[in-house]
């Protein structure tokens, strides 16, 4: 079965994907936990973190790392449950400035269950 991309105006992604870009965008880690299913597991930088208490503590660390900025550059939504955003973000990281796409997809409760973050 072909995995279907259809492009969504980043204003109609399912609400539950809204409140984790905006929770994250503020460095908000309990109202980005807020909305991922507590078997969710997170991909960034080649690492996976597993449950609340492991993608809580990549939270804070990503949060304080660096100090950027987030421009929305598009989505797509991927069969019936996945979503796709891509983010510029720019700031005082290494390169400054890097185009990130973040791969959600969304458990039978509307949660969360799996977020892959990668250029």
């Given at each position: 079965?072909?995995?279907?991309?259809?492009?969504?105006?980043?204003?109609?992604?399912?609400e539950?994907v809204?409140?984790?870009?905006?929770?994250?965008?503020?460095?908000d880690s309990?109202?980005?936990r807020?909305?991922?299913?507590?078997?969710?597991?997170?991909?960034?930088?080649?690492?996976?973190?597993?449950?609340?208490?492991?993608?809580?503590?990549?939270l804070?660390?990503?949060a304080?790392e660096?100090t950027?900025?987030?421009t929305?550059?598009?989505?797509?939504?991927h069969?019936?449950?996945g979503y796709?955003?891509?983010?510029?973000?720019?700031?005082?990281?290494?390169?400054?400035?890097?185009d990130?796409?973040?791969r959600?997809?969304?458990?039978?409760?509307?949660?969360i269950?799996?977020?892959?973050i990668?250029p």
């Open positions: 079965m072909t995995d279907h991309h259809d492009p969504v105006d980043v204003a109609d992604l399912p539950v809204r409140r984790y870009l905006r929770a994250h965008d503020a460095r309990a109202a980005a807020a909305v991922l299913a507590p078997e969710a597991t997170v991909t960034d930088d080649g690492h996976t973190y597993r449950g609340p208490a492991e993608i809580g503590r990549w804070e660390r990503a304080s660096y950027y900025t987030t929305p550059l598009g989505a797509e939504r069969g019936r449950d796709t955003v891509v983010q510029q973000l720019e700031g005082d990281f290494p390169g400054g400035k890097v990130l796409r973040y959600f997809d969304l458990d039978a409760h509307g949660r269950s799996r977020l892959v990668a």
